[in-house]
């Protein structure tokens, strides 16, 4: 099997197959897609036979990896890569290399054994990736990176040069993330919470379709823990002092386990994690044990946002993350460029790739000196509503809950205060929140349409919202806005907004945001 | 209401800059009329639980009531439907210019959105039963975006629809825009 680097420039010859033991994976995949309905046909089915369904069931999987890996054919050609695959249905799939956005590796231990990859060819918008090839040798995996990113651009390069560039060394990593770091991420990151959630979930299940004995074998030490500090505290205090000690500590030790395993989960999924750009392109490596690479080519990225909640900030770091139009989920692309960093570094990463960001601006004008009123609305309603709810049950000892105004009146303030917005003639930016502080800057060039929205409640306070829409901005971020912008800002920052949307595209003589 | 006039559009002239108070423009006249019925439809479709409801906690088990308030209630919501129907059609204005399609919507939540010409990805003019029957279209332009993934507007005059989809196709010198 050739490998890239010796053959000399792109479209090296031919068809070519997969890597020899690809359909050994291709096997696992199907084995486990087909495993619940062969282990209920194996548990469900009595006697011998079911067993024999079975085997013939794996042969015949096995039979068909290995026919696919005959027929599956992939060829680098000068305009893209073609795939051939199919055993009685022959399917030829033409993919420009400008369509594809990332070539993504993924490597679990298995594959690592073997040294194999699988390489997840990904466009933009698409829901599925666009090719998965599973799976090939790592020095072709890399090859094919390589010829996408020299190909994918909009210059292409000279041929005969390549073969040089491509078995070039690897430039020098813009971060890497330490054990230190990969503490505090874990620390940070509520990863664990969702395992706990999912584990609960689980747990509950089994234990309602089970009989009582099992749920108390399992509930069993829980109860004697508690009982033990129960009854420690109860020796020496009165029974609610220990009510209260002893859920205290339970929710204390529940929560510290629940950080634990976030950090135990930063460091499988980011062990190694290192962020390198080459030429144009990011490329991000992490993972202990499923590895993976991803790629991204700096023009693709559509938004950058940069998150700072109350943890991050005690421990003097943040998180900066883009969004692109492939892969909105951490598995199909790069979204966080920096899991965790101190400041300094977040500046000095956005310095250098988006110099128009001009970070940190200084620049930043406030919203409307109102805003911190309609900030107010939703939780004074949300009070009024659990006020009245414990009113009903516990009576005038429900309006203790009034005491959270001054803290809501708080917490508005300060958020409308620290609201706001930077434009110049290449980039918006927008920051927002108190506690937990989130900006994002938007390159003008990446804007797709411009959204201007008023409530009822904003045509009283004359208020306009502006909506910065953007490719791929992910559900759980949502678009990037600007609220509360007093209407006649509002209207001059829509104009200039489109005098710059014209003026960048690509017709005109200005040049573009530094996208290629 | 003034009407728009067909004729401001040609699809021969694809620099079409539309005529009329500041380049704002009404849907076609015909549109209020689908916008009434449509309306008219979802208002009494609605009006008839929230009668069931309002009359069998009013009303213990009385026959009489129900056989009056129903019809009323039908009514009632197919003329409030309509109400809304027609001022969403009033409040409803758009605009093409060399920058791009505005449109500007909305009875109580006013939006104004904007997509320029070089973000336009592709267009449909969709044309339903109702509509076909007042020849009427539906616009759709499909942007890269999120939000606005798709700016959908129905009202338009199926010869204003099509005007519109040819005056917006993108151009084929701006695939450096392109994701």
């Known amino acids: 099997m050739p490998t890239r680097s010796d053959t000399p420039g792109p479209p090296p010859g031919g ?9 050994l994976f291709v096997l696992l995949q199907q084995l486990r897609a087909f495993a619940i309905p062969l282990v209920v046909l194996l548990v469900t089915g009595r006697g011998q036979s079911s067993e024999w369904l079975g085997l013939i069931g794996v042969a015949g999987l096995t039979a068909l990896s290995v026919a696919q890996y005959f027929t599956y054919r992939y060829e ?63 020095t072709e ?74 749920r108390d074998s399992v509930a069993a030490p829980l109860r004697a823990f508690y009982e033990l500090i129960h009854g420690f505290v109860a020796a020496r205090f009165d029974d609610t002092a220990a009510l209260a000690a002893g859920t205290l500590f339970v929710v204390g030790a529940a929560l510290a386990l629940v950080r634990l395993l976030s950090v135990v989960l930063a460091f499988v999924q980011y062990h190694g994690f290192v962020l390198r750009e080459h030429e144009r392109q990011l490329r991000v490596q992490r993972g202990l044990l499923t590895r993976v690479r991803h790629q ?82 939703r939780p004074f309603a949300m009070l009024l509503l659990l006020a009245s709810a414990v009113a009903w049950f516990e009576g005038l000892r429900g309006l ?41 800057v938007v390159p003008i060039a990446k804007l797709q349409s411009i959204r201007v929205t008023q409530s009822p409640f904003d045509r009283r306070h004359c208020m306009a ?52 | 209401m003034d009407p728009t006039p067909v004729d401001a559009v040609s699809a021969a002239d694809p620099t079409f800059v539309p005529t009329g108070d500041d380049g704002w423009q009404r849907l076609a006249p ?41 019809p009323a209630a039908v009514v009632s919501g197919a003329l409030a439907g309509a109400w809304i129907g027609q001022a969403r059609w009033r409040r409803t204005r758009w605009r093409l210019d060399a920058v791009g399609l505005y449109v500007r919507r909305g009875l109580i939540w006013h939006t104004e959105v904007l997509v320029p010409r070089s ?31 798709a700016l959908r507007q129905s009202g338009f005059d199926e010869a204003t629809a099509v005007a519109l989809r040819d005056a917006l196709i993108p151009d084929a010198a701006r695939h450096a825009d392109a994701l």
């Open chain 1, 15 to 23: 068809p070519q197959r997969l890597h020899p033991f690809s359909w």
């Open chain 1, 76 to 138: 680098p050609t000068a305009e893209g890569i073609v795939i051939r695959h199919g055993i009685l249905q022959r399917t030829r799939r033409d993919i420009p290399y400008e369509r594809i956005h990332t070539v993504n590796l993924h490597q679990t231990v298995l594959h690592r054994l073997f040294g194999v990859a699988e390489v997840r060819l990904e466009s933009a918008g698409s829901r599925e990736p666009e090719a998965v090839m599973r799976v090939l040798a790592m």
């Open chain 1, 141 to 214: 995996a890399r090859g094919l990176e390589e010829l996408v990113r020299l190909y994918g651009g909009a210059r292409r390069p000279p041929i005969d040069g390549i073969a040089d560039r491509a078995a070039a060394e690897e430039p020098a990593p813009l971060l890497t993330l330490g054990p230190g770091e990969l503490f505090r991420l874990g620390l940070i990151s509520n990863r664990g919470m969702a395992v706990v959630a999912a584990i609960v979930g689980l747990a509950s299940q089994v234990l309602m379709e089970s009989q009582d004995a099992a």
């Open chain 1, 296 to 377: 991204l080519p700096r023009r693709r990225i559509q938004a950058w946002r940069i998150d700072e909640t109350l943890l991050h900030r005690w421990l003097g770091r943040q998180t900066l993350r883009v969004d692109s139009a492939a892969g909105a989920d951490d598995e199909r692309g790069i979204r966080e460029l920096a899991p965790v960093a101190p400041p300094a570094t977040v500046t000095e990463l956005l310095a250098r790739l988006l110099p128009d960001a001009r970070w940190p601006r200084t620049d930043w004008r406030p919203v409307h000196p109102r805003a911190w009123r309609r900030l107010l609305v």
């Open chain 1, 400 to 440: 203790v809950v009034f005491v959270a105004v001054p803290l809501l009146v708080l917490r508005a303030r300060r958020q409308g205060a620290f609201a706001g917005y930077a434009i110049d003639d290449r980039v918006v930016a927008v920051r927002s929140g108190w506690l937990t502080r989130r900006w994002g």
């Open chain 1, 465 to 516: 919202t502006l909506w910065l829409d953007t490719a791929g901005a992910p559900a759980a971020d949502g678009v990037l806005r600007i609220r509360f912008l007093p209407v006649d800002e509002a209207r001059q920052l829509y104009a200039r907004l489109v005098d710059h949307m014209t003026a960048s595209s690509p017709l005109a003589t200005a040049p573009p945001v530094p996208a290629e």
């Open chain 2, 30 to 70: 015909a549109a209020r009329t689908v916008r009434a019925i449509a309306g008219a439809v979802a208002g009494a479709v609605i009006a008839v639980p929230l009668a069931v409801v309002v009359v069998t906690i009013a009303a213990g088990g009385g026959l009489l009531w129900p056989l009056l308030a129903m």
């Open chain 2, 119 to 149: 973000r336009v990805q592709h267009l449909d003019v969709e044309r339903g039963p109702l509509e076909r029957q007042f020849g009427l279209a539906t616009l759709v332009v499909h942007t890269a975006g999120t939000q606005t993934s």
